[in-house]
């Protein structure tokens, strides 16, 4: 593992590279953002907003997925606020909610005022498609990112709104594979096909497992059916620079509430990815797979946005790297019919090697960040 030299994201990211400086290529868009013409970028959302506002006839005019984390309330605020259109919120609703999860979501409803739609699954389908996809991927949330990048689509097609606004592009925030259009003019059209999906194809993990008749919200609708219905999908953070402390302001505004004991296991901050129990296990077989998880994206989201310097990023790395998510343990288990012992032989399955030795019987990063 190499570490860039400005931030303390490694290069086992998938699609993240460090180039001869020693400086990464999420650095280097942070470099490009402060290049950019916001001013503009806002002018062109705005002229693209005033086009569609009106199109849908009394229907929506914009398409928002939102969980009631501090980001999708400030995209929900922007579309419906600073832009004006009819906006309808939309949740996957998650298989384990939180009571934070819960709270914030109504708290979002009722103090922005915008209408909203909850899409909720067979369970025993997602059951089944992620206790495949921990066994035979080591990707529990595989199963959930299909259902909410389709689900979605399939809900602003149904409803004719003819705009869906996503958040950020992971790629481009956290360095990784672009799309060309997300990259020119903040298309996300293509967000289904990012790196989220490396490890396997959605036919080939599913096909003769599960029935086709349970998978609607798990297929995406055709490219062209957007085109023909003249629907597009953006990506918010394209047009506005992307941070997400400063979305935990407006958020507050609407009846936000962080986590109310404090940061997760293996977290820096009490206010992130805190609506659902299952996805911190999700994220813990990241850093067995790549070295690195929650403090390592927490940290750099804040040294790139100038609110943290590289040495204290390392500092808590190396403090918080290792403690094992072990809130939400027993749900996972139970959720996923796996006994503890089946857990343990998974996590060693899916443990990197090449970057993994045992030092005086316990597992350590060969290579830590210093």
């Known amino acids: ?90 949740v996957l609703v998650p298989h384990l909610q939180t009571r934070e999860g819960v709270l914030n979501l109504n708290a979002m409803v009722s103090n922005l005022g915008i209408d909203l739609l909850k899409v909720s699954v067979r369970p025993s389908t997602l059951q089944k498609i992620r206790r495949i ?36 592009d992971i790629a481009v925030e956290f360095g990784g594979n672009t799309a060309k259009s997300a990259e020119d003019e903040g298309s996300a059209e293509d967000l289904i096909s990012n790196d989220l999906f490396r490890e396997s194809s959605f036919d080939d993990l599913l096909k003769g497992r599960v029935d086709e008749n349970e998978l609607f919200f798990y297929v995406n609708p055709e490219k062209e059916e957007f085109q023909r219905r003249r629907i597009k999908s953006i990506y918010l953070g ?19 509430q962080p986590r109310q004991k404090g940061p997760l296991s293996g977290n820096v901050l009490d206010y992130d990815n805190i609506d659902e129990k299952l996805c911190e296990i999700h994220i813990w077989f990241k850093f067995l797979k790549f070295g690195f998880w929650r403090p390592t994206d927490q940290c750099c989201y804040h040294i790139w946005n100038g609110r943290m310097t590289r040495e204290q990023a390392v500092e808590l790395v190396r403090e918080k790297q ?15 019919q796996l006994t503890g012992a089946e857990f343990r032989a998974c996590e060693e399955r899916w443990r990197n090697h090449d970057i993994w030795h045992k030092v005086n019987g316990q597992w350590r990063l060969k290579n830590e960040v210093c």
Request: one cysteine or more.
């Open 238 to 256: 394209y047009y506005h620079w992307w941070d997400g402390y400063k979305h935990l302001g407006v958020a507050r505004e609407f009846g936000f």
């Open 133 to 168: 996809a921990f066994l035979e991927i080591g990707n529990p949330g595989y199963g959930d990112h299909r259902v909410v990048f389709a689900g979605v689509a399939r809900a602003a097609l149904f409803y004719g709104a003819p705009l869906v606004v996503w958040g950020e």
């Open 322 to 336: 290792y403690e094992f998510p072990h809130e939400y343990l027993n749900e996972f288990l139970e959720y996923h």
């Open 1 to 90: 593992m190499r570490y860039c030299s400005r931030c303390v994201m490694p290069d086992t990211k998938p699609g993240l590279v460090i180039d001869h400086e020693g400086i990464c290529s999420a650095c280097r868009s942070v470099e490009k953002k402060h290049l950019i013409d916001w001013e503009g970028r806002a002018a062109r959302l705005k002229a693209l907003c005033d086009q569609v506002r009106g199109s849908n006839g009394n229907g929506y005019e914009c398409v928002v997925p939102v969980s009631g984390g501090k980001d999708s309330v400030y995209q929900a605020y922007m579309m419906s606020r600073v832009y004006k259109l009819k906006t309808l919120g939309i």
